[in-house]
Each structure stands twice: as C-alpha cells, then as structure tokens.
C-alpha cells in the first residue's frame, strides 16, 4: 500500500500534450477515478504511472520513491486492462501465477494466494480453463484476480468494466466496490462513464484536454462543479446551460428572470440548472417550457422541451449528438420530474428553478462565478 | 424414421458441404496433378531399372524388374550417407539459426523503439530486392576471409538469418495484442522473458512456416554449395548428385535412385506441413 504523487507531469506525443501539467496526490487506501471524454489525457496518465509510457516532464512518486526511470515490473503495481489482456495460451491458474512466478516466489506460496484469490472471485472450478473457453464476466474476473494476486501498492485499471454488457457491468461495479472496501488498496481507476466514476470514486478527476477540470468527491464535483465543461460532463442528463445578464440583481435568460446572487458583477453569464431542479410553479420567478418529448423512466420522467434563450456550448457534448432542430432563439431544455407528471407533447409548462440550486459560469474563462453567501 | 424426423435431427444443410463426389475443379485440378506427378512416378520408376533401360527409346515406364540393387550401389559407390549427413546438419542449423535470430531481430523491429529502427528495417527489406547473384561474390569473399572455405560453416553461416523470416516474424509479431506484453511486463517479465514466454508461444504458426521455409530452401540449395564446397566429403545432397552426371556417360538410373532418397525427407516434410507451406506462400503478401 502506499500515496500516490504526480508532480508537474507532462506527456507529450509529437505536437499533442497528451497530459498537460498533472499535479495529483492519491492518498493511501484512496479510490481515485480519473474520468473525462475520450482523448482527454486519462489512460494516458495511468500508462505514465505504470510505467508503460515516459514523461516528458515532472516527477512520479509510489510510495516515497521516485519511480520516473524504473521499469513497470519494479513499479510494485498490478494493472487490469480493458481487453483483460488474458495470456491465450495459459490457463487461468497460469495466468493468476504468472505474475509470482516471474517474481521467483516459493511455489507453494504461489499454490496459497492463487487459491485464495480464486476462491475470493469464484474462480475455483475453471482454474484449467484457457481464456477463450470463459465468458466476459469470468475473463474480467480473472484479470482481476491476476492483479490481486500480486498483492501490490497500487492498483491501476483502465476501464475495467466497459466490456461487460450493462447488466453485468452494474454487478461488477459493486464487487469492485466491495472489493476495495474489504482490501484497501490504494487504486486509480479510468473511465469514461460517469456513472462509475460517481458510484466507485473516493474522490474524481474530471480531465479534459490533458488537462485538470475539478478533482473533488463525486458529490462535489456534481453540487459545485468548477467550470462549464465539468458541468456539461458530469450528470446525465446533462446541465441546461444558457445564456444569461446579471444586472440589478437580477439573472435575466429569455422570458426567464430569477433572483440575482449577492455579490455578483453585473454582466453576460452562462446560466445552468440540472435538469431535476427544474419544477412546476404556480407563480413566483419562472418561465415557459415547451415540451417537445416526453422519455417516462419508470421511477421518473425525462421532459425535452425548449424555452426563449440562446444555448451555451461547455465543450463536453459527444460529437455525435446533433443539435436539435429549434426555432428562431429558443434553447432546448431538458428537466426530470416525478412520474405522476406526464405532460403531453406540445403542452406548456411553467417552470421554475430554486435561487440556491443556480449555477454561473464566466462566458470568457468558463470559471464559476460562486456568490458570496452572506 | 420418417422425414419429418430425420430434419429434425440433421443439422441445417448449409453447413454441410455439396454430397457431390468431387467439386467441378478438380476436372481441372487432375490433369494438372497428373503433369506434376508423372516426373517424380518416373524418377522412381527409372531408380528401378537397369542402365539398358533407361535409355530405351521411347522409355519404359514398367521396369522388366525392380532393381533395388541400384540404391545398394549407390550407397556403396559414392559417400551418399555422407551428403545425407551433411545436409541435414547443414539444414537444421540454418532452421534453428533462423528461428532464434529472425524472432529476435523480428521482436525488436516489431516492439522496441530504438534510434534508427525504421531506417534500418527499411534497409533489410531492401535486400530482399537484390537477388543472390549480386551478393554473391562479396558474400564469398567474405566466407573466404572467416577461413570456412570447404566447409560446412560456409553453407551454414550465411544462411543463420534472413531478412525474409525477420519481415515475416515482425509482421506477425505486430498482429498481437500489446497490452499481451504489457501486462506480462506489469507482471515481472524481462524483454527477453516476455518473447520467451509471451510472444513465442503465441507464434507456432509463424515459426512453424518460417522454419518449413527455411528447410525447403537450404535443403535443395545447390548454386551457394556448388561455389564454395570443392571435397566430396563436405558435399550437400544437391552438390553430390550432379557429381553423378559425367561428361562422356551418365547412369541415369543410379542417379534417379540417389534422387528418390533425396527427395523422400521433402516429401515426408510436405505431407506433415502441408498447411504452413500454403501460409507461406500466403504471407509473402502480407500487408504492412
């Protein structure tokens, strides 16, 4: 077991900063999730302290050791890839020893943890399996296993669970988190879904662009995130996000006036609010949503809409996801309610948003502006 | 059973091939065949007779009598085990030579980034352009100056590596999964562990077409034997038999019969490796 510290480290392939200026401290015992669209600089971070790939700059520590310039085998750190990475042509007891074995330790040493880590992850009765004869769950399992066998500091794992089918996926999610709860092993976990990142994380790393966004606990990261495309990453569906004036105090979007904060300078924001702190008002400060689709969940209803505005852009939307056909100056709006409310397509609702449940970003920097509460 | 039944239990007839006896092309495969089997029935046939009847006009293809005496002469006359000899040493040394050298010169060109790596692949793959009688003279100077004139080292050392079997190990190699050599590197393997115990025996098909290959060519190599080897004792199986073919009189069924026993560890290696053969000759358009 042991802290995680990455100091001023840069990662540079030929003109891209793959990871730009990461400074970093993973706790001992800590969950660590580095998240972010792909291309942001995560796996590559995870590769730099394996040790698979070489800084271009700073330093990284496991431990109190300096590890820049040794090898990944002397790193003391296990690693779960995202294809598994199964040796094909071992079984799986092979493939749990392989790691001791090339480590000279004792072979009945070697027996005692294989066995105990196969009986931890049911791997019991396919020990004389080759990978190809395994389901993905069990593959995934075994990868585990052969990381957890070693015993090591860190535990590094780049998208363990994006294989699975989802059923799976949320199963294996928890027996992680279980897992960890029970071991305590320090782990830095990659991902791009931000739905493990929120369950798992101890504390997360939005990344963008080779880049830090906010690093902070799930909660936090979600209730104050700290520029625009943390807001439009992190929550789904993701953050209404407009165009707005601060002026008198008063936030002016559209048709929409809502209580101004204290303390904030007058001038163009960008107004977001998460889709389940939209409400239906009677009256007070509110404005007008046109429902456009209606996806009932269940356990809630997803409500696309639109409302008088101009959309603001947090850098964070999938490319694929096209903007969706809206007239003149209206701004789509998406908001979550309680499953009783099922309006219809082509009503109009009005609908408010607590003062306190308001986020501004700076146009410019896409910084929060956080009011001062007095 | 009734019919109903037996659709039942039959599996889809699409997977099942046509239930005709042959496919249409082998009304064009077997006279094909037939044209390449005719010389060697024949070579067989000729190891069979008597000297008179080899050069009977037009030739007999059925000996008055099998004379297996002919392969008893041969062994006795001329130092037939020896050439034997020498060529498989010569031949099992240069696969050997080729298994271990193109997978680690292959390895390397394949996954470790070293200063230069790329000019000089380029470079190697550029011999395989230059055809042997261009290198041939330097190639021998060379030998000659290592002092291994009239021996089988000249036969051997050239041949430990080629550029051919390292372009086809890297290709090859460059089609596993990295995160493979990864992960065995997290585990606590060394480089050299990692082909050892990874890489390698991952690779049986590609060593095993590189290996037949090899065999193929350096058993029935006679022009680099034929410039280097003068003593009959150090001659290959290839060299010896044109020793059979004299200036004033040839016999033609000694001959035949020494050729038989050359050809059989061929064939035995042919009807064994079948498949690698055709991967062979399938992977030297292998796509970059």
């Not at chain 1, 600089?41 to 496991?62: H, M, S």
């Not at chain 1, 992190?234 to 008198?248: C, E, K, Q, T, W």
């Not at chain 2, 008179?52 to 008893?72: A, D, I, Q």
Request: glycine share 8%; aromatic share 8%; hydrophobic share 45%.
């Amino acid at each position: 077991m042991a802290e995680v510290t990455l100091d001023h480290v840069s990662k540079r392939f030929q003109e891209v900063d793959a990871v730009d200026d990461l400074s970093l401290t993973i706790a001992d015992g800590e969950f660590l999730i580095l998240v972010g669209p792909s291309g942001c600089g995560k796996t590559t971070a995870l590769r730099l302290i394996a040790g698979l790939e070489k800084g271009t700059a700073g330093t990284i520590r496991i431990g109190d050791r300096v590890v820049n310039d040794v090898t990944p085998r002397d790193r003391d750190i296990a690693m779960v890839f995202q294809n598994y990475a199964l040796y094909p042509h071992m079984s799986v007891y092979k493939n749990l020893a392989f790691g001791l074995k090339e480590r000279k330790t004792p072979k009945p040493e070697i027996e005692r943890r294989v066995r105990e880590v196969g009986e931890m992850l049911g791997l019991k009765d396919l020990m004389k399996r080759r990978p190809a004869q395994l389901s993905g769950g069990q593959r995934q399992r075994v990868a585990m296993g052969r990381a957890l066998v070693r015993e090591p500091a860190v535990f590094l794992m780049d998208e363990p669970l994006s294989n699975l089918d989802a059923k799976l996926r949320v199963q294996m999610r928890a027996e992680l988190k279980r897992l960890h709860q029970r071991l305590g092993i320090t782990t830095i976990y990659v991902t791009h879904d931000q739905v493990e990142a929120m369950t798992l994380a101890d504390r997360v790393v939005v990344m963008a662009n080779g880049k830090v966004q906010q690093i902070g606990r799930p909660q936090e990261v979600y209730g104050a995130p700290a520029n625009l495309f943390v807001a439009g990453f992190i929550g789904s569906p993701p953050m209404n996000l407009l165009r707005a004036n601060v002026a008198d105090g008063e936030i002016v979007a559209g048709s929409m006036r809502l209580p101004g904060p204290a303390g904030v300078a007058g001038g163009e924001v960008a107004l977001g609010f998460r889709p389940e702190d939209v409400q239906v008002v009677e009256d007070g400060p509110s404005f007008e949503l046109v429902v456009d689709v209606v996806e009932p969940l269940g356990n809630l209803v997803v409500v696309h809409g639109s409302t008088e505005g101009t959309p603001v852009q947090s850098g964070a939307e999938e490319e694929e996801e096209l903007p969706m056909v809206v007239s003149g100056s209206r701004t789509q709006v998406t908001a979550v309610f309680a499953p009783e409310l099922e309006p219809a397509p082509g009503a109009t609702l009005r609908v408010g948003v607590a003062p306190r449940r308001v986020h501004l970003f700076d146009l410019r920097t896409g910084t929060a502006i956080r009011p001062r509460h007095d | 059973m009734t019919d109903v039944d037996a659709s039942v239990i039959e599996p889809p007839a699409k997977q099942r091939r046509p239930s005709l006896l042959f496919s249409r092309w082998h009304l064009v495969l077997l006279p094909i065949a037939l044209v390449m089997v005719v010389p060697l029935v024949w070579m067989a046939v000729t190891s069979l007779q008597t000297l008179n009847e080899t050069r009977h006009y037009p030739p007999t293809l059925v000996p008055s009598s099998l004379r297996f005496k002919n392969y008893g002469d041969v062994l006795r006359d001329t130092p037939f085990a020896r050439w034997f000899v020498n060529t498989l040493v010569v031949t099992l040394v240069s696969v050997v030579g080729n298994l271990i050298f193109c997978s680690l010169a292959g390895y390397a060109f394949a996954r470790i980034r070293f200063f230069g790596r790329n000019v000089t692949f380029v470079l190697i793959l550029a011999t395989l352009m230059v055809p042997f009688q261009v290198t041939v003279i330097p190639t021998f100077l060379i030998v000659r100056q290592l002092g291994m004139i009239d021996t089988l080292g000249a036969l051997i050392v050239p041949n430990l590596a080629g550029a051919f079997g390292i372009f086809m190990l890297r290709q090859f190699f460059l089609t596993l999964p990295v995160e493979l050599e990864e992960a065995a590197r997290i585990d606590g393997a060394t480089r050299l562990g990692v082909l050892l115990k990874i890489v390698l025996p991952l690779s049986g098909p590609a060593l095993a077409t590189l290996a037949v290959i090899t065999f193929l060519w350096t058993w029935n190599d006679f022009f680099w034997p034929l410039i280097t080897i003068y003593s009959a004792n150090n001659m290959t199986l290839q060299l010896g038999l044109a020793t059979f073919q004299g200036a004033h009189q040839t016999n033609t069924n000694l001959l035949m019969a020494a050729n038989v026993m050359s050809v059989l560890p061929m064939l035995i290696i042919f009807f064994l490796a079948q498949r690698y053969f055709i991967r062979g000759i399938a992977t030297t358009g292998l796509k970059g």
